[in-house]
């Protein structure tokens, strides 16, 4: 089984720039696709981007779209989220998962980290 942790999160200005972080240990981390989520208090937890196994394959939000970009390193077991143009809207608790991918996006989530909180101030 993997095991998840997230790192990166802090306080930021409108307009500016974030890199979130994802480490994963237990077993091959090339096999598994990921994902990263937000949950903003009093609301639902919402998809913001996924990344196939091999990196091949990225999906976005279309609230992201041109401004974040997911990648990883698998050799050094990590993902990544790197934030641009961050608003206000984008203050959350941001979750990374493993999971599986279809044709079209996001299927299912099954390991969560604990999350990193992202506050972006105007």
Known sequence: QVQLVESGGGLVQAGGSLELS???SGRTFSSYSMAWFRQAPGKERDFVAA???????TYYADSVKGRFT????????????????????????YYCATGVLDGSGWSRSV??????????SS
């Open 70 to 93: 997911i990648s990883r390193n698998n050799a050094k077991n990590t993902m990544y989220l790197q934030m641009n143009r961050l608003k206000p809207e984008d203050t959350a608790l």
């Open 51 to 57: 990344i196939s196994w091999n990196g091949a394959y």
């Open 111 to 120: 390991l969560w980290g604990q999350g990193t909180q992202v506050t972006v």
């Open 22 to 24: 994802c480490a994963a």
